[in-house]
């Protein structure tokens, strides 16, 4: 008898432990299933042909055995300049003083025994003129020196040659001469557009807004008679969807479609941008228009054309690389990288701790623009407006020369048309763009001249 009753007691403990387990379980799956969806979708990132470049060790920083960049720059950020005082590598510490301590104060006249200006380092010290680690002493009230000669921090602080220079033997600032060239054209510029669309569940009502509110967009193309072509792409990057084409866009969107018949290219474009909202919630735009870059270079990019990348979305990209990275990639394919504008429509809200596969932000996409002299807006408001103003300034750039680097000083920018020096012309920062008040004739020859 006792023995059944202590049976039927563990049994009760056991069903009561198992309940509040289910429970707990209960509460937890939604975590759990999104741990292993994030496993999966990063697991099957596409490994076809046309993705090969992404096993570069030098491409991407995520691979196993990659190695990073060592930073051979010695010394510190100019904090307490100056070396340690060391016999092996003391500075001469002209006008420096001592380092103030109470067995040996300095009055911080003459030289000194750590105050040399330099960085400490053997490579590239400073001469230590002037240079202590805080006048004479460390300014404590028990014993204080008087600080002549006493700087905080001259001499060479071993950064980027340029950024903080010190009267030691620093490495000089690089300056290179620059010259780029163009041929001016009656219809500017070309225009080769890639639309960026996130496909995830909750993006149904902006991209039919996007299609809706073309019209606004495309006017300036018409209006210029722009030469341009578009394709569409979208977020999704799991299994083999990174940077595909989505349907028969490339070859639907064109100057030449918009022509024939205008009617019918706004109502596939409206189509185009219907991407579905059933992709990856794991949106890395930016990696799919790498991948799309490298897919199409040859077939669809045209050398001498304006590469515009327009980024939808309502989160956070989330694309394994630094935007920077993804830029240099994409720039491979471009002689001169202003040629390349990235534009972002996205929820501008501040970052946030991820749950799941849901990242809220639009830092990364921001940056892109920022890099490539680009712009943002936001995805919230109105559509029409929103498309008006940056289909204003992405068909603008048919208009303006991109400089290949950007110039030390604007104002020694020297421009040329047909051999000729010019002043009538306009330096935008922004886009790092040169634009004419009054456009060259048809076929003149364009030289910009500049350092960088």
């Not at 387990?21 to 509460?27: A, G, R, T």
């Not at 750590?114 to 010290?125: A, E, V």
């Not at 790092?432 to 004739?441: G, L, Q, S, V, Y």
């Amino acid at each position: 008898m006792k023995t059944r009753g202590v049976s039927k007691a563990l049994t009760l403990v056991s069903l009561l432990f198992l309940f509040a387990s289910c429970q707990e379980e209960e509460f937890y799956e939604k975590d759990y299933i999104d741990t292993l969806k994030d496993q999966y979708e990063r697991s099957q990132i596409p490994d076809d042909e046309a993705e090969q470049a992404w096993d570069d060790v030098n491409n991407n920083p995520d691979m196993p055995d990659y190695v990073p960049p060592v930073d051979d720059g010695s010394g510190d950020n100019g904090s307490g300049s100056g070396d340690d005082g060391s016999t092996t590598n003391p500075g001469d510490g002209s006008g420096s003083g001592d380092d103030g301590s109470t067995t040996n104060p300095g009055d911080g006249s003459g030289s000194g025994d750590d105050g040399s200006g330099d960085d400490g380092s053997t490579t590239n010290p400073g001469d230590g003129s002037g240079g202590d680690d805080g006048s004479g002493d460390d300014g404590s009230t028990t014993n204080p020196g008087d600080g002549s000669g006493g700087d905080d921090g001259s001499g060479d602080d071993g950064s980027t040659p340029g950024t903080t220079p010190g009267d030691g033997d620093e490495d000089p600032i690089n300056v290179n001469d620059q010259i780029d060239s163009f041929t001016q054209r009656a219809t500017g510029a070309k225009l080769d557009i890639l639309w960026v669309i996130d496909n995830s569940g909750s993006m149904g009502d902006e991209q039919r807004a996007l299609g809706e509110n073309f019209q606004a967009f495309i006017k300036e193309f018409v209006d210029k008679d722009i030469d341009f072509k578009m394709a569409v792409t979208t977020t999704d990057t799991s299994r083999n969807n990174a940077g595909k084409e989505y349907k028969d866009s490339i070859a639907r969107l064109t100057s030449a479609k918009l022509k024939e018949n205008k009617a019918k290219f706004l109502n596939d474009f409206a189509d185009m941008v219907k991407v579905g909202t059933r992709g990856s919630g794991y949106e890395r735009g930016i990696k799919a228009s790498e991948v799309f870059t490298d897919r199409h270079q040859n077939s669809w990019m045209r050398d001498d054309a304006y590469y515009a990348i327009v980024y939808m979305s309502d989160e956070e990209d989330q694309s394994e690389k630094s935007p920077e990275d993804h830029l240099k990639q994409i720039s491979k394919w471009k002689g001169n990288t202003g040629l390349i504008k990235a534009y972002s429509i996205v929820d501008m809200v501040p970052s946030s701790g991820r749950r799941g596969a849901i990242s809220r932000g639009y830092e990364r996409y921001n940056e892109m623009s920022v890099m490539t002299g680009g712009s943002v807006a936001s995805i919230k408001s109105d559509f029409h407006e929103t498309l008006l103003k940056m289909g204003e300034e992405i068909s603008s750039l048919t208009e303006q020369f991109p400089l290949s680097h950007v110039p030390i000083d604007s104002a020694a920018i020297a421009v040329y048309v047909d051999g000729v020096q010019t002043q009538d012309w306009v330096y935008n920062s922004n886009s790092n763009t040169i634009k004419f008040n009054t456009p060259p004739a048809d076929g003149s020859s364009i030289s910009i001249e500049y350092q960088y």
